[in-house]
T-cell receptor, first 114, second 113 residues
């Protein structure tokens, strides 16, 4: 069965510092992997996705994530945090084919300190 | 460019009342979903519809029913609301034409008192 684990329900970084949000997955088949961002009182927006092409995926707002099969990880990074990055971030996994069921992690709330 | 539209955005119900959350997508997606979001628990799948004419239970289906009215619309019904159903509900859709990415509506905030 698929599962997603996000380490750290809350992460705080200083403005300008590196952002690192961790995601580990388990999947019995090659997965699709996603990162979504949720701003307060809004729905989830796609940041980036991995679909078995390049292992380093670039997304919107300067975020990127690297798929590491040996570590079953898909960590999200951004070199320099901005105040506007404060939000909740969700990692998700789905099977590459089939019923398109998506499993979401429990989320990581990012706080950016001035 | 509407994407996924869900209504209502806010609703307060009394215990035992019923209501239906409506959802429509205009991206010609085959699959539609209803999730609930609770603090510290992420998103949990209530029901999904892999294609028009089919529906299946997700992780937390108890107390809910769904209807896939047509390809565009997927509704969620609470027959007898309970305080435990106080949550934020998200409708979503996905399809091969959009690279199997799942797209979300803006959410419906439901409070059961």
């Amino acid at each position: 069965a698929q599962s997603v684990t996000q380490l750290g329900s809350h992460v705080s970084v200083s403005e300008g510092a590196l952002v690192l949000l961790r995601c580990n997955y388990s999947s019995s088949v090659p997965p699709y992997l996603f990162w979504y961002v949720q701003y307060p009182n809004q729905g989830l927006q796609l940041l980036l996705k991995y679909t078995s092409a390049a292992t380093l995926v670039k997304g919107i707002n300067g975020f990127e994530a690297e798929f590491k099969k040996s570590e079953t990880s898909f960590h999200l990074t951004k070199p320099s945090a901005h105040m506007s990055d404060a939000a909740e971030y969700f990692c998700a996994v789905s099977e590459a084919s089939g019923t398109y069921k998506y499993i979401f992690g429990t989320g990581t709330r990012l706080k950016v300190l001035a | 460019n509407a994407g996924v539209t869900q209504t209502p955005k806010f609703q307060v119900l009394k215990t035992g009342q019923s209501m239906t959350l409506q959802c429509a997508q205009d991206m010609n997606h085959n699959s539609m979903y209803w999730y609930r979001q609770d603090p510290g628990m992420g998103l949990r799948l209530i029901y999904y519809s892999a294609s028009e004419g089919t529906t299946d239970k997700g992780e937390v289906p108890n107390g809910y029913n769904v209807s896939r009215l047509n390809k565009r619309e997927f509704s969620l019904r609470l027959e007898s609301a309970a305080p435990s159903q106080t949550s934020v509900y998200f409708c979503a859709s996905s399809g091969s034409l959009s690279g199997n990415t799942i797209y979300f509506g803006e959410g419906s905030w439901l409070t059961v008192v």
